[in-house]
């Protein structure tokens, strides 16, 4: 379940882009959960075919999943088969991230697939021939240029295949009496089991030569709804006038594994220095095409030649000989294995996150608090345990009098947690206990992320509608005064943007990373 500002920030995002009917839609999906278009037009008091063209909309921007399951039977009916609608709320906060997306396309691949890029981002799915069509129309340029630019795209992984557009999931195994039987493995989630029956096979995910097959067998591969099923017209037939070509969208999980590696490598050279993080860079790319999914906690084992190697290859480590690179792996906390005369390391990616994370949290106490309210978060979050409001006075060499005022003001904004002891003795005595739950207080700092995130994405919404007048004038025209008001609010907007970008690098450390 999202938080209330990551709501809140979610459907503001889908009203900007899409209009406030769509962010109806949505909103209800991520407040209420999985609905079919019955209790969607019911909830939102949409009529049918405005719930229907937003859920054709989100769909199309990869913003709601939609899936069948058999309903079960009700007043003697056999049971059916009902479309349901699943928000992805991690998709819509995607939408911040389009700036980063195309810059890393740009840097890498240059200004032909990312003219490409951009084409898609927009429009959220197109097939091929639509994206080297719209390409050639922008550039002017062939459609052998788009058709390479896009292969180049695929090479890369930044775009894959789209998800089946409503796979059927299978009820839940019953005994006898009807009721779920219980399995030794543990059901996943419903949002998971959804995604994983959409999602292509993964040797099918950036497969280009599938769009050169026949219309039929395109169409096979773009639906998961089995021979003999006949879907129900009263829920709402949104893909009947679907194109049969393979359609691509964007693959955000390479991005985000991009994003993460640059983070981790951003936290080294802050806390060690430039030459470890050339090496660390050196083994998340020789280990980035064998990573088991976005959030794989460790490397490979990588020897040590092979480290060596492609350091020398990076701005700076070609004058970096073999024990340099051994000694940056040892400060770097790698582990070692030896097999003979084989040597190699493997990195704790998940540990480099934590460690960004703790830093982060440091670095808001210490802003909103003060430096005797970091000393003592930072002794209670090393600590891992309770302790004593005595002992984190003495520890912290903070008076005990300004020790308790810190302790009940963080306690009361949820940063801490406090557990209240009467002991039994002669003499009775009563302790207060602290301690940091990181899980539950990582939740609380990201909800107030997005609650920041809304607030700069009000204010540059806001900024725009005062100056809206000097916006749409020519540039021949901006003189004076209207000049004036168009570089303030330029200058204004790029600073919020700005701000955003860094804020959202924050909220992906604690949320995708």
Excluded at 110 to 135: E, P, T, W
Excluded at 217 to 243: F, H, M, P, W, Y
Aim: glycine fraction near 4%; include cysteine; hydrophobic fraction near 40%.
């Amino acid at each position: 379940m999202a938080s209330p500002y990551g709501i809140q920030l979610a459907v503001h995002i889908i009203s900007a882009f899409y209009g406030d009917l769509c962010s109806k839609v949505c909103e209800c999906l991520i407040r209420r959960g999985t609905q079919s278009l019955a209790q969607i037009i019911r909830f939102t008091d949409l009529n049918r075919e405005n719930a229907i063209n937003c859920l054709r909309v989100l769909i199309h921007q990869n913003c709601v999943q939609a899936f069948t399951i058999q309903q079960d039977a009700v007043f003697g009916e056999p049971p059916r088969m009902v479309t349901q609608y699943m928000a992805l709320f991690d998709n819509v906060i995607h939408k911040l991230r389009a700036p980063k997306f195309y810059e890393i396309v740009s840097e890498e691949l240059g200004k032909d697939c990312l003219v490409i890029f951009q084409g898609l981002v927009q429009h959220g799915r197109l097939s091929v021939n639509d994206m080297i069509a719209g390409y050639a129309d922008i550039e002017g340029s062939s459609e052998n240029v788009g058709r390479e630019s896009f292969t180049k795209l695929v090479n890369a992984r930044f775009v894959e295949h789209c998800p089946a557009p409503d796979p059927h999931l299978e009820p839940p195994v019953v005994d006898e009496k009807g009721k779920k039987k219980k399995t030794q493995v543990e059901e996943p989630p419903l949002d998971q089991r959804v995604l994983a029956a959409a999602a292509p096979m993964e040797s099918m995910r950036f497969f280009l030569e599938m769009d050169d097959h026949s219309e039929e067998k395109g169409n096979e591969t773009t639906t998961s709804v089995r021979s003999g099923q006949k879907r129900k017209q009263d829920e709402g037939e949104l893909d009947a006038d679907k194109k049969k070509e393979v359609l691509w969208r964007v693959n955000v999980e390479e991005f985000l594994r991009r994003l993460r590696h640059k983070a981790c490598i951003a936290h080294v050279k802050s806390k060690i220095n430039e030459e470890a993080a050339i090496v660390l860079s050196a083994m998340l790319e020789l280990s980035k095409q064998s990573e088991s999914g976005l959030k794989a906690e460790k490397s490979e084992y990588l020897s040590i030649n092979a480290i060596y190697d492609e350091v020398i290859k990076k701005e700076g480590g070609l004058g970096m000989d073999f024990e340099r690179v051994r000694s940056l792996l040892d400060q770097l906390g790698c582990e070692t294995l030896s097999t003979g005369m084989d040597e190699s390391y493997c990195i704790d990616i998940k540990e480099i996150i934590e460690l960004s994370q703790n830093e982060e949290v440091e670095s808001l106490v210490m802003r909103r608090y003060g430096p005797e309210a970091y000393r003592i978060y930072r002794l209670l979050s090393k600590a891992g345990r309770l302790m004593e409001t005595e002992k984190i006075s003495d520890s912290t060499f903070v008076e005990k009098k300004a020790t308790i005022a810190i302790l009940y003001k963080l306690w009361k904004d949820d940063f801490l947690q406090m557990e209240h002891v009467k002991t039994s003795t002669a003499k009775q005595s009563d302790f207060r206990l602290w301690t940091i739950n990181k899980e539950q207080l990582q939740k609380q700092v990201l909800n107030e992320m997005y609650h920041a995130a809304l607030n700069l994405k009000l204010r540059i919404a806001h900024e725009k509608d005062q100056a809206k007048e000097v916006i749409k004038l020519p540039k021949d025209k901006l003189v004076g005064e209207s000049n004036t008001k168009y570089v303030r609010w330029a200058n204004v907007t790029r600073i919020l943007e700005s701000c955003l970008m860094d804020l959202d690098d924050a909220i992906m450390l604690f949320h995708h990373f």
